[in-house]
Protein backbone atom coordinates (compact mmCIF):
# COMPACT_ATOMS: atom_id res chain seq x y z
CA UNK A 1 0.00 0.00 0.00
CA UNK A 2 2.58 2.37 0.82
CA UNK A 3 5.00 1.60 -2.18
CA UNK A 4 1.82 2.30 -4.14
CA UNK A 5 1.22 5.40 -2.42
CA UNK A 6 4.68 6.37 -3.40
CA UNK A 7 4.62 5.43 -6.80
CA UNK A 8 1.39 7.33 -7.65
CA UNK A 9 3.08 10.25 -6.07
CA UNK A 10 5.95 9.91 -7.76
CA UNK A 11 4.03 9.57 -11.05
CA UNK A 12 2.11 13.00 -10.56
CA UNK A 13 5.18 14.10 -9.88
CA UNK A 14 6.51 13.02 -13.26
CA UNK A 15 3.43 14.57 -15.18
CA UNK A 16 3.96 17.70 -13.51
CA UNK A 17 7.63 17.87 -14.55
CA UNK A 18 6.98 16.78 -17.82
CA UNK A 19 3.90 19.59 -18.01
CA UNK A 20 6.16 22.15 -16.88
CA UNK A 21 8.28 21.15 -19.70
CA UNK A 22 6.23 21.66 -22.45
CA UNK A 23 4.77 24.87 -21.51
CA UNK A 24 8.51 26.02 -21.09
CA UNK A 25 9.04 24.55 -24.74
CA UNK A 26 6.18 26.36 -26.80
CA UNK A 27 6.63 29.40 -24.64
CA UNK A 28 10.49 29.64 -25.51
CA UNK A 29 9.55 28.40 -29.38
CA UNK A 30 5.92 29.95 -30.20
CA UNK A 31 8.08 31.24 -33.48
CA UNK A 32 9.91 28.25 -34.01
CA UNK A 33 9.04 28.70 -37.84
CA UNK A 34 8.47 31.52 -40.08
CA UNK A 35 4.97 30.54 -40.32
CA UNK A 36 4.54 30.31 -36.43
CA UNK A 37 5.74 34.09 -36.04
CA UNK A 38 3.81 35.25 -39.09
CA UNK A 39 0.69 34.03 -37.16
CA UNK A 40 1.77 35.08 -34.05
CA UNK A 41 2.00 38.54 -35.44
CA UNK A 42 -1.50 38.60 -37.19
CA UNK A 43 -3.02 37.57 -34.42
CA UNK A 44 -1.82 39.79 -32.24
CA UNK A 45 -2.98 42.24 -34.58
CA UNK A 46 -6.22 41.11 -34.65
CA UNK A 47 -6.44 41.15 -31.04
CA UNK A 48 -5.72 45.10 -30.92
CA UNK A 49 -3.71 44.48 -27.94
CA UNK A 50 0.07 46.66 -27.94
CA UNK A 51 1.38 44.49 -25.58
CA UNK A 52 0.76 41.71 -27.46
CA UNK A 53 2.13 42.98 -30.76
CA UNK A 54 5.04 43.84 -28.68
CA UNK A 55 5.63 40.28 -27.33
CA UNK A 56 6.12 38.83 -31.00
CA UNK A 57 9.51 40.66 -31.35
CA UNK A 58 8.55 43.39 -33.99
CA UNK A 59 11.10 46.62 -33.57
CA UNK A 60 7.84 49.24 -33.48
CA UNK A 61 8.30 52.02 -31.55
CA UNK A 62 6.85 53.34 -28.62
CA UNK A 63 4.45 56.18 -30.27
CA UNK A 64 3.15 53.29 -32.97
CA UNK A 65 1.74 51.47 -30.34
CA UNK A 66 0.32 54.10 -28.38
CA UNK A 67 -1.65 55.18 -31.86
CA UNK A 68 -2.34 51.41 -32.56
CA UNK A 69 -3.92 51.63 -28.33
CA UNK A 70 -6.79 53.99 -30.19
CA UNK A 71 -6.96 52.74 -33.64
CA UNK A 72 -10.79 52.75 -34.79
CA UNK A 73 -10.54 49.26 -37.07
CA UNK A 74 -8.01 46.39 -36.82
CA UNK A 75 -7.41 43.53 -39.23
CA UNK A 76 -9.69 40.15 -38.93
CA UNK A 77 -9.78 37.25 -41.00
CA UNK A 78 -6.14 36.44 -41.02
CA UNK A 79 -4.58 33.74 -43.24
CA UNK A 80 -0.88 32.93 -43.58
CA UNK A 81 0.39 30.65 -46.09
CA UNK A 82 3.70 28.47 -46.35
CA UNK A 83 7.38 30.61 -46.11
CA UNK A 84 9.33 30.78 -49.11
CA UNK A 85 12.95 30.74 -47.06
CA UNK A 86 15.73 32.59 -48.45
CA UNK A 87 18.93 30.29 -49.05
CA UNK A 88 20.89 31.50 -46.37
CA UNK A 89 18.69 30.01 -43.61
CA UNK A 90 17.50 33.11 -41.67
CA UNK A 91 15.32 34.81 -43.54
CA UNK A 92 11.65 34.11 -45.10
CA UNK A 93 8.80 35.44 -46.63
CA UNK A 94 5.44 34.61 -45.40
CA UNK A 95 2.54 35.56 -47.73
CA UNK A 96 -0.59 36.83 -45.28
CA UNK A 97 -4.30 37.74 -46.16
CA UNK A 98 -6.82 39.37 -43.81
CA UNK A 99 -9.46 42.03 -43.93
CA UNK A 100 -9.81 45.60 -42.56
CA UNK A 101 -12.35 47.88 -42.83
CA UNK A 102 -14.44 45.30 -45.44
CA UNK A 103 -12.23 44.59 -47.85
CA UNK A 104 -9.49 42.14 -48.64
CA UNK A 105 -5.91 42.57 -48.38
CA UNK A 106 -2.55 40.47 -48.91
CA UNK A 107 0.86 41.65 -48.17
CA UNK A 108 4.35 39.60 -47.90
CA UNK A 109 5.85 39.34 -44.53
CA UNK A 110 9.93 39.14 -44.26
CA UNK A 111 10.34 36.63 -41.20
CA UNK A 112 14.06 36.93 -39.84
CA UNK A 113 15.76 35.16 -36.77
CA UNK A 114 16.41 37.81 -34.42
CA UNK A 115 18.41 36.88 -30.96
CA UNK A 116 17.31 32.88 -32.00
CA UNK A 117 13.68 33.51 -32.49
CA UNK A 118 11.90 34.51 -35.73
CA UNK A 119 10.37 37.70 -35.84
CA UNK A 120 8.68 40.07 -38.55
CA UNK A 121 10.66 42.71 -39.56
CA UNK A 122 9.82 46.39 -40.94
CA UNK A 123 7.27 45.55 -43.49
CA UNK A 124 5.19 44.33 -41.28
CA UNK A 125 4.29 47.82 -40.31
CA UNK A 126 3.20 50.41 -43.10
CA UNK A 127 4.29 54.20 -43.46
CA UNK A 128 1.71 57.05 -42.78
CA UNK A 129 2.16 60.63 -44.03
CA UNK A 130 -0.55 63.43 -43.01
CA UNK A 131 -0.85 66.58 -45.21
CA UNK A 132 -2.11 69.75 -43.02
CA UNK A 133 -3.41 72.94 -43.68
CA UNK A 134 -2.41 73.96 -40.66
CA UNK A 135 -0.07 72.94 -38.36
CA UNK A 136 3.26 70.60 -37.49
CA UNK A 137 1.40 67.64 -35.31
CA UNK A 138 -1.37 65.04 -35.63
CA UNK A 139 -2.69 63.10 -32.82
CA UNK A 140 -3.66 59.27 -33.35
CA UNK A 141 -5.66 58.54 -29.66
CA UNK A 142 -2.74 59.86 -27.50
CA UNK A 143 0.22 59.69 -29.43
CA UNK A 144 1.63 62.58 -32.10
CA UNK A 145 3.17 62.40 -34.97
CA UNK A 146 4.86 64.96 -36.81
CA UNK A 147 3.07 66.28 -40.27
CA UNK A 148 4.71 65.85 -43.73
CA UNK A 149 6.74 62.91 -42.63
CA UNK A 150 6.40 59.25 -42.93
CA UNK A 151 5.51 57.22 -39.77
CA UNK A 152 6.01 53.92 -39.35
CA UNK A 153 2.54 52.64 -37.58
CA UNK A 154 0.80 49.20 -37.30
CA UNK A 155 -1.58 48.04 -39.35
CA UNK A 156 -5.36 49.38 -38.57
CA UNK A 157 -7.55 51.61 -39.19
CA UNK A 158 -6.56 55.23 -37.34
CA UNK A 159 -8.78 58.18 -36.92
CA UNK A 160 -6.26 61.36 -37.32
CA UNK A 161 -7.12 64.69 -35.05
CA UNK A 162 -5.20 68.03 -36.01
CA UNK A 163 -2.66 69.10 -33.03
CA UNK A 164 -2.94 70.28 -30.67
CA UNK A 165 -7.17 69.93 -30.81
CA UNK A 166 -7.44 72.38 -27.81
CA UNK A 167 -6.28 74.47 -30.55
CA UNK A 168 -6.93 72.69 -34.15
CA UNK A 169 -10.04 71.54 -35.69
CA UNK A 170 -9.80 68.88 -38.29
CA UNK A 171 -10.71 65.02 -38.25
CA UNK A 172 -10.08 62.58 -40.58
CA UNK A 173 -9.37 58.93 -40.93
CA UNK A 174 -6.54 56.82 -42.22
CA UNK A 175 -5.90 53.00 -43.04
CA UNK A 176 -2.59 51.51 -43.26
CA UNK A 177 -1.74 48.66 -44.32
CA UNK A 178 1.86 46.46 -44.06
CA UNK A 179 4.92 47.48 -46.26
CA UNK A 180 2.61 50.40 -47.99
CA UNK A 181 2.47 53.71 -48.28
CA UNK A 182 0.10 55.49 -47.00
CA UNK A 183 -0.45 59.85 -47.96
CA UNK A 184 -3.96 61.58 -46.73
CA UNK A 185 -4.98 65.37 -45.97
CA UNK A 186 -6.41 66.52 -43.10
CA UNK A 187 -8.39 69.80 -43.63
CA UNK A 188 -7.48 72.48 -40.79
CA UNK A 189 -9.42 75.13 -39.32
CA UNK A 190 -8.60 77.46 -36.59
CA UNK A 191 -10.47 77.06 -33.10
CA UNK A 192 -11.52 80.41 -31.24
CA UNK A 193 -9.43 79.65 -28.71
CA UNK A 194 -6.38 79.81 -30.99
CA UNK A 195 -7.08 83.47 -31.15
CA UNK A 196 -7.69 84.01 -27.53
CA UNK A 197 -3.86 82.16 -26.75
CA UNK A 198 -2.64 84.21 -28.94
CA UNK A 199 -3.82 87.48 -27.56
CA UNK A 200 -2.08 86.21 -24.40
CA UNK A 201 1.18 85.33 -25.95
CA UNK A 202 1.23 88.85 -27.56
CA UNK A 203 0.31 91.11 -24.85
CA UNK A 204 3.01 88.99 -22.94
CA UNK A 205 5.54 90.11 -25.74
CA UNK A 206 4.08 93.88 -25.64
CA UNK A 207 4.83 94.06 -21.97
CA UNK A 208 8.42 92.77 -22.76
CA UNK A 209 8.88 95.42 -25.32
CA UNK A 210 7.74 98.30 -23.45
CA UNK A 211 9.73 98.17 -20.58
CA UNK A 212 11.71 101.14 -20.23
CA UNK A 213 14.90 100.53 -21.75
CA UNK A 214 17.21 103.48 -23.66
CA UNK A 215 16.93 101.82 -27.04
CA UNK A 216 13.58 101.14 -29.36
CA UNK A 217 13.45 97.45 -29.43
CA UNK A 218 13.15 95.33 -32.58
CA UNK A 219 9.89 92.82 -33.61
CA UNK A 220 7.42 95.25 -31.44
CA UNK A 221 5.88 97.45 -34.35
CA UNK A 222 7.38 100.70 -31.99
CA UNK A 223 8.27 104.07 -34.10
CA UNK A 224 9.31 106.91 -32.41
CA UNK A 225 10.14 109.76 -34.63
CA UNK A 226 13.00 111.45 -31.83
CA UNK A 227 15.94 111.37 -34.28
CA UNK A 228 15.12 115.65 -35.26
CA UNK A 229 14.83 116.34 -32.01
CA UNK A 230 16.94 113.86 -29.33
CA UNK A 231 21.03 114.32 -29.82
CA UNK A 232 20.33 111.55 -27.42
CA UNK A 233 17.99 109.29 -25.65
CA UNK A 234 18.72 108.33 -21.50
CA UNK A 235 15.64 106.57 -21.06
CA UNK A 236 12.34 106.29 -23.06
CA UNK A 237 9.22 104.86 -20.78
CA UNK A 238 6.06 103.52 -22.18
CA UNK A 239 2.56 103.18 -21.57
CA UNK A 240 0.07 100.76 -23.17
CA UNK A 241 -3.40 102.95 -23.34
CA UNK A 242 -4.66 99.98 -25.45
CA UNK A 243 -3.39 96.95 -26.71
CA UNK A 244 -3.38 95.79 -30.30
CA UNK A 245 -5.74 93.09 -31.18
CA UNK A 246 -4.52 89.66 -32.99
CA UNK A 247 -6.00 88.25 -36.28
CA UNK A 248 -4.90 84.77 -37.22
CA UNK A 249 -4.49 83.34 -40.52
CA UNK A 250 -2.96 80.00 -41.23
CA UNK A 251 0.46 81.23 -41.10
CA UNK A 252 0.57 84.76 -39.45
CA UNK A 253 -1.08 87.37 -37.83
CA UNK A 254 -2.07 90.67 -37.59
CA UNK A 255 -2.54 92.67 -34.55
CA UNK A 256 -4.45 96.45 -34.93
CA UNK A 257 -5.62 99.46 -33.19
CA UNK A 258 -2.60 100.08 -30.34
CA UNK A 259 -2.56 103.05 -28.76
CA UNK A 260 0.66 103.91 -27.13
CA UNK A 261 2.35 106.31 -25.20
CA UNK A 262 6.02 106.88 -25.33
CA UNK A 263 8.01 109.04 -23.22
CA UNK A 264 11.84 109.74 -23.83
CA UNK A 265 14.25 111.61 -21.60
CA UNK A 266 17.46 112.76 -23.52
CA UNK A 267 20.10 115.20 -25.14
CA UNK A 268 18.18 117.84 -26.67
CA UNK A 269 19.90 118.40 -30.52
CA UNK A 270 21.00 121.88 -28.99
CA UNK A 271 22.40 120.30 -25.71
CA UNK A 272 20.05 120.87 -23.24
CA UNK A 273 18.16 118.22 -21.35
CA UNK A 274 14.55 117.24 -23.03
CA UNK A 275 11.85 115.43 -21.96
CA UNK A 276 9.25 114.61 -25.20
CA UNK A 277 6.04 112.43 -25.02
CA UNK A 278 5.00 110.47 -28.43
CA UNK A 279 1.32 108.71 -28.95
CA UNK A 280 0.16 106.78 -31.19
CA UNK A 281 -2.97 105.58 -32.45
CA UNK A 282 -2.61 102.87 -34.70
CA UNK A 283 0.14 100.71 -32.68
CA UNK A 284 0.48 97.31 -34.92
CA UNK A 285 2.23 93.94 -34.82
CA UNK A 286 3.05 91.56 -37.65
CA UNK A 287 4.79 88.42 -37.47
CA UNK A 288 4.40 84.71 -38.14
CA UNK A 289 2.60 81.81 -36.47
CA UNK A 290 3.56 78.55 -35.92
CA UNK A 291 1.45 75.65 -34.10
CA UNK A 292 3.20 73.08 -32.12
CA UNK A 293 1.89 69.56 -30.99
CA UNK A 294 0.85 70.98 -27.43
CA UNK A 295 0.63 75.26 -28.21
CA UNK A 296 1.63 77.66 -30.72
CA UNK A 297 4.93 80.42 -31.21
CA UNK A 298 4.05 83.81 -32.08
CA UNK A 299 7.39 85.68 -33.87
CA UNK A 300 6.66 88.99 -34.58
CA UNK A 301 9.05 90.47 -37.11
Known amino acids: MRRSRWWL ?9 VAAGLWLWSSTNRSSTPEDAALAYVQALESGDADAVAATGIDVSDTALVAFAAATAFIEDSEVTTARRED ?10 FRLDGETHT ?11 WSVDATGLGTLTVETTIGSDVAIGDATVPAETAALLLPATYALAAAPETLLEGESAARVLPGMKTTTTLDV ?9 AQAQLDTLLESCTAESAEVPDGCGIRIPWGTEFREV ?13 ALTPAGFTAEGGVLVATITGIA ?9 YRTDSWSVRGDLQFTADGLLLSAW
Open 9 to 17: LGGVAGLVV
Open 88 to 97: DGTSAVVPIS
Open 107 to 117: AQLTIAIVDGR
Open 189 to 197: VLRPEATAV
Open 234 to 246: DAIRYRIDTAPVI
Open 269 to 277: QNGEARTTT
